[in-house]
């Protein structure tokens, strides 16, 4: 399984392809990558998304894989770290599908109590085709509690971003 990423709806994941299983057998031998470390960015990089892990990987085979430096991209305030050239290009077609909700910040902190705080991959959750990042198992467990309310509350907030400099508008 994924570490920190429960899977709160069916995913694409049951509906594997030839292509699919492809991809998954040369990403299991690929060779281990490092933990990026922002340190490995150029000076002045965002802070890395998901401590330097693949979205797309995680959102196409759903597990935890490092990215490489070599293959960065940065969206809404966060260097986003690729395992390769091809999901690089495939985050940069549609950024928003891979991302977490609110650039990684807490969802149950900022809707509740407008507290800008980085959610961390250890408490990260993915709720139908979106992924979230909690301060705390606190806070996770209160999304959890209360999932469909939080994903529409954010579903409201983000159609109020303003996507050229990632505020939300009230």
Known sequence: GVAGVNAAAPTAMAQ???????????????????????????????????????????????????????????????????????????????PDSYSPVFAGKDPVLLLDNQISQDGLREYGFRYGDEFYLFASKETKAKFEASHQTYAAGVRQAMSQLNTTDGVIRR
């Open 16 to 94: 594997t392809s030839a292509v699919a299983q492809q991809r998954q057998t040369a990403a299991t031998q690929a060779p281990p990558v490092k933990k990026p470390e922002q340190a490995d960015l150029p000076a002045g990089s965002p802070p890395l998304c998901f401590d330097g892990c693949c979205p797309v990987t995680l959102k196409t085979l759903n597990k935890w894989a490092y990215g490489n430096p070599q293959f960065g991209a940065v969206h809404r305030g966060r260097t986003y770290l690729f395992t390769g050239p091809q999901q690089r290009e495939q985050f940069l077609a549609a």
